[in-house]
């Protein structure tokens, strides 16, 4: 069997295409314009790759931006300070803080001081008890929901199927099992004190790898015909490599290109956030 492609970077371009129709609309009414605001600590190149991708894909669909710098030394306060101005500037959609940030900011105190209807990357407590809850009128975290709405876009039935989700990260895995359990998937979430991982991933019918181990799942672990999502971004030999093995890709019925999957959906989700964020907060 040869899966069939989950191409996000096709749904991620469908997505930003509604969107920036939106916004030219809602601009043709006289309404506000989103802004996005990106925060980045430190000088990681690849955090700041990042950074600049996410500003061109709110440029590109009509957004304003404001792209904040602050040094390798920035202390929790300095960075507070930051998160309140932005939070009171109206004109702010919303607030991006670009992780890993360094090892000195407290991210716990500055996930309770974002504005939690300015949180596009759904880390406020706020917006994360209501995904725990089930409840609507929260933000959901930008991979989770990426990787939910790549699955439906695709065709890949949720409802009723067994999703296994290897790793229980507050930033992938948890929300991801969350979101799943809300469309009434069955939902079994892995870890590394899982009792035999292979019987649990063999019985899923979405299985979703974020576990950030290249080869963990091998070809024998994954069931005939299944969904396969591969979140993971490891790195061997220069190359980026997801968790799943040589020949996923002739038993899954579905599967991921690892780059090209959930990337293009995250950054998508994050654009998407920002759109919604303005309209709950302005109508
Ligand atoms: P994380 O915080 O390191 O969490 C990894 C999870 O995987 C943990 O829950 C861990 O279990 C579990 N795990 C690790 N080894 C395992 C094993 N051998 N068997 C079963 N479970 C195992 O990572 P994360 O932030 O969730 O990210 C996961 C991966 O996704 C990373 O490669 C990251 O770079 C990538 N990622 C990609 C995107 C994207 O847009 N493409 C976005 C976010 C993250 P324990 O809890 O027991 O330790």
Known sequence: MTARLLDGRAVAKQIYEEVARAISERVAR?????????????????????????????????????????????????????????????????????????????????????????????????????????????????????IVLLLERSGVAIEGANAVIVGRSNLVGKPTALLMLKRNATVTLCHTRTRDLATHTRSADVLVAAAGRANLISKEMVKPGAAVVDVSTNWTDGHQVGDLGPGVADVAGWLTPNPGGVGPMTRAMLIKNTYEAEVRRRG
């Open 30 to 146: 006289g309404g506000s314009r989103p802004r996005l605001a990106t925060v980045l600590v430190g000088d990681d190149p690849a955090s700041a790759q990042y950074v600049e991708l996410k500003q061109g894909n709110a440029r590109n669909v009509g957004m304003e931006s404001e792209d904040h710098r602050l040094r390798s030394s920035t202390t929790t306060e300095e960075l507070l300070a930051l998160v309140t101005r932005l939070n009171r500037d109206d004109a702010v959609s919303g607030i991006l803080i670009q992780q890993p940030t360094p090892i000195q900011i407290d991210m716990r105190r500055i996930a309770f001081e974002l504005d939690p209807a300015k949180d596009v990357d759904g880390f406020h407590p706020i917006n994360a008890g209501l995904l725990a809850l089930g409840l609507p009128g929260g933000v959901e975290p930008c991979t989770p929901a990426g």
